[in-house]
């Protein structure tokens, strides 16, 4: 019962007024008066379902992602190292983003083994038949490893230009893997299809500028884009 303060005038009474209300009060129940308090004000530690539609129904500001962040690998990963996820391990699929004019592309990695597997620092990305080799990784190490049960997926994201930047149109994607040590694992890379609807992608040059970049493979799907737009 909340602690209700009632402050009460002091009048100046005869004894036997005071004797009278004394003996009113004693013959009710709980005096009335707690009851009516208790009534009239709001509990002062909210039960859990209050708490938890107060916090549904309040959009919580964004958050601002650092490297190495507890909260940038939450997803499917275990954390635990496993062997090297390859070209035989996982399907790869891509996703643009809408009203973004395809500057940003998102890498989808799902494990389509019957084991563990680990997804090792970022994705060696080549664009257009060598136009474009092994573009660099942006700085989104998470602190976990994105290792991936079979049926797990794993994220990477992509800055592909910026504005006012020249760029090249390209047809053709590749994605390779490596291991702890940065050596490719794996015996191909894999080809990775456009997003429906696009016939190509423009992607700045990185021997002119920073663009295009990659962010390491990540199994939270929000820290992930949080990099990948950070840029």
Not at 112 to 141: H, N, R, W
Not at 148 to 160: D, E, H
């Amino acid at each position: 019962m909340g602690a209700a303060r009632i402050r009460l005038r002091t009048y100046t009474l005869g004894a036997a007024v005071v004797a009278a209300l004394l003996a009113t009060t004693a013959c009710e129940p709980g005096g009335g008066t707690d009851d009516a308090a208790a009534g009239a004000t709001p509990s002062s530690s909210p039960s859990a379902s209050g708490a938890s539609d107060a916090s549904s129904s309040t959009p919580s500001a964004p958050s601002t992602v650092t490297p190495g962040a507890d909260d940038e690998n939450t997803g499917e990963s275990t954390g635990e190292e496993a062997r090297p996820c390859t070209d035989s391990d996982v399907s790869v699929v891509s996703k643009v983003y809408p009203h973004d004019e395809a500057r940003h592309l998102l890498l989808t990695a799902t494990n389509i083994s019957d084991s563990k597997c680990t997804l090792y620092l970022y994705p060696y990305v080549s664009f257009g038949d060598g136009a474009v080799e092994q573009i660099g990784p942006m700085e989104s190490k998470p602190k976990k490893l994105a290792t991936i049960a079979p049926g797990g997926k794993g994220y990477a994201g992509l800055l592909l230009w910026r504005a006012d930047e020249k760029t090249t149109a390209v047809k053709s994607m590749t994605v390779g893997f490596v291991d702890s040590e940065l050596v490719e694992a794996g015996v191909a890379q894999l080809a990775v299809e456009f997003p429906d609807g696009t016939d190509f992608l423009n992607v700045g040059d990185p021997a002119v500028t920073s663009t295009p970049q990659v962010t390491y493979w990540n199994t939270d799907l929000a820290a992930t884009e949080k990099f990948t737009f950070a840029r």
